[in-house]
């Protein structure tokens, strides 16, 4: 378990654990949705849907990259602020945002089975799982005799309660939810990661 | 299978009223306690300036006001692509919030770091932090790091590596209007 804002130093470089770990959970979140549609739910054109999935990560990790440039028209001129400047602001949510809508322009287009969505929404929970039992989420003071430490005190450890609810999220689609009821595994997810963060406001700060 | 459903909806269940349950009973979820996190209180920085006065951020909440912590070396790049963005807030806000530098010394050569400033022209109060202690209780590095810090003295953003003026802008609108 990490602490958000831990630095690791690899060369001259330094990484936050929050940024490492968020790739190792989309890379994670990658695999699974690969497996799902190869495997489990054998996808026709498997190939070319996970060829489209990792262009909608690289777009989105493209946009992530250039948001500065969006919205900031003054860093243009000089090439090295393409090297120095990256996210901030609302790039996360805008990247994630365009990548989806790549994705599902794609599925779309190619009249894919809905099946495809299926195993985009438990690789969603699956990556967030990922994420979350790695990285510590600071919330309010707990009751609780258990929590993460913070300046002598005990906090509510909400990235273990998140990750525990997203692994039930994870059961649920698996065992409750049969594959070839096309669709109800996506919406799941949706309406999991949802009600998760609602159950979980109380306890975030910020 | 059919248990294996029955056990994983008991789980859920137990789960979410569990849930429920802490929230009703912890109603207690102010960020009071000192850290560099979202939404807790910035740890206090007694520091000297580099023209050898002291200074203490607390004094600043105390005067009602918002402030914005920039932590620097004078070899980062990052560091000079920002500074200018920084000041620029400084000239514009400059009345509203306390716009702070924070030099990494120890990571930082002292006749570097004066050259940094004039070059930049800063006018914002800048600090030595000789030992590194405060950046340390900060979580730097990376530099630079940015913190966005209300009048009541709780962190509402912190942001790591170069930093746009709009970035910036926006968050010191965002503290201004949520101090009116």
Known sequence: ????????????????????????????????????????????????????????????????????????????????????????????IVALIVGAIYFCLIVWRKKWSVAVMDGVGIAVLFGMFTFSIFVKTYGGPTPLSFGWELDGRLHHPVNLYRSWLLLLAVGVSILWIDKDRYGQRALLAVVAIVLIEILMRPFVIA | MLRLRQGLALIMFISVGFFLWLAQVDDDVEGTASSAHKGFQAPNIQLERFDGRSFVLEEVFANGRPALLYFWTSWCPYCERSTEHVQRIDETYGENIEVIGVNVANQDVLTDAEVFIKKHETTFTQLLDKEGEVSSVYQTPPIPLTVWIDEQGAISERRTGAVTYSELEANVIELLEKGD
Not at chain 1, 46 to 54: F, I, R, S, Y
């Open chain 1, 1 to 92: 378990m990490f602490a958000p804002y831990e630095t690791f130093n690899i060369l001259s470089f330094s990484l936050q654990s929050q940024l490492l770990l968020a790739v190792v959970a989309i890379v994670t979140s990658y695999a699974f949705f690969t497996f799902y549609v190869k495997r489990v739910f054998v996808v026709t054109d498997a190939e070319a849907v996970t060829d489209h999935a990792l262009w909608a990560l690289l777009i989105g990790a493209a946009t992530f990259k250039f948001w500065p440039f969006f919205t900031n028209v003054e860093l243009w001129p000089d090439w090295r602020n393409f090297i120095y400047y990256v996210g901030g602001g609302q790039a996360l």
